[in-house]
T-cell receptor, first 115, second 109 residues
Framework: GAVVSQHPSRVICKSGTSVKIECRSL??????MFWYRQFPKQSLMLMAT?????????EQGVEKDKFLINHASLTLSTLTVTSAHPEDSSFYIC???????????FGSGTRLTVV | SQQGEEDPQALSIQEGENATMNCSYKTSINNLQWYRQNSGRGLVHLIL?????REKHSGRLRVTLDTSKKSSSLLITASRAADTASYFCVTRGNEKLTFGTGTRLTIIP
């Protein structure tokens, strides 16, 4: 089945630094990937839609300059949290639509802790 | 908000019993999907039901869909300890997915 690899699974960074999270479709091409944020015991909230070769589409209230998304190839999308603050600490998950009608495949998530 | 509501928010049952979770959504959909999330992990796709389907089975899972009521249910039969997780209904109106609030299911051995 379709596999999406997300890396790293956990990261701790200092306030003010930037962190890059990678999302790769391993055995299929994904022209569109999605980035979600999840707070403890809550649902997933869509942050942005990443489109290969073009600018990402951000949801209302999501800061474009803070959460930089790059989708440079058909198998890789990256989310960079810039100038991280403790309130950016969260669980970030990417997903891609699988080939055919397999639904959406999710990465295993990245736990970001900003100290 | 486009987010759906799930009921109950939390459910604890004995191993072997059946678990039923309900989901209501707000907009027209192409299909509805159920996903499982183990604590602090990614999501696993369980089952997809199209808008023109009313019921679907997959192993111990049974999903129903009532588009007139904008609701769906997920039944897990003969529950196992490994079923302990959060379950989300997810609707897709266009390319975007909208997640329900989730049900945290705990199976008591």
């Amino acid at each position: 089945g379709a596999v999406v690899s997300q890396h790293p699974s956990r990261v701790i960074c200092k306030s003010g630094t930037s962190v890059k999270i990678e999302c790769r479709s391993l055995d299929f091409q994904a022209t569109t990937m999605f980035w979600y944020r999840q707070f403890p015991k809550q649902s997933l909230m869509l942050m942005a839609t990443s489109n290969e070769g073009s600018k990402a589409t951000y949801e209302q209230g999501v800061e474009k300059d803070k959460f930089l998304i790059n989708h440079a190839s058909l198998t890789l999308s990256t989310l960079t949290v810039t100038s991280a603050h403790p309130e950016d600490s969260s669980f970030y998950i990417c997903s891609a639509r699988g080939p055919g009608d397999q639904g959406y495949t999710f990465g295993s998530g990245t736990r970001l802790t900003v100290v | 908000s486009q987010q759906g509501e799930e009921d109950p928010q939390a459910l604890s049952i004995q191993e072997g019993e059946n678990a039923t979770m309900n989901c209501s959504y707000k907009t027209s959909i192409n299909n509805l999907q159920w996903y499982r999330q183990n604590s602090g992990r990614g999501l696993v796709h369980l089952i997809l039901i199209r808008s023109n389907e009313r019921e679907k089975h997959s192993g111990r899972l049974r999903v129903t869909l009532d588009t007139s009521k904008k609701s769906s249910s997920l039944l897990i039969t003969a529950s196992r300890a490994a079923d302990t997780a959060s379950y989300f209904c997810v609707t897709r109106g266009n390319e975007k997915l909208t997640f329900g609030t989730g049900t945290r299911l705990t199976i008591i051995p």
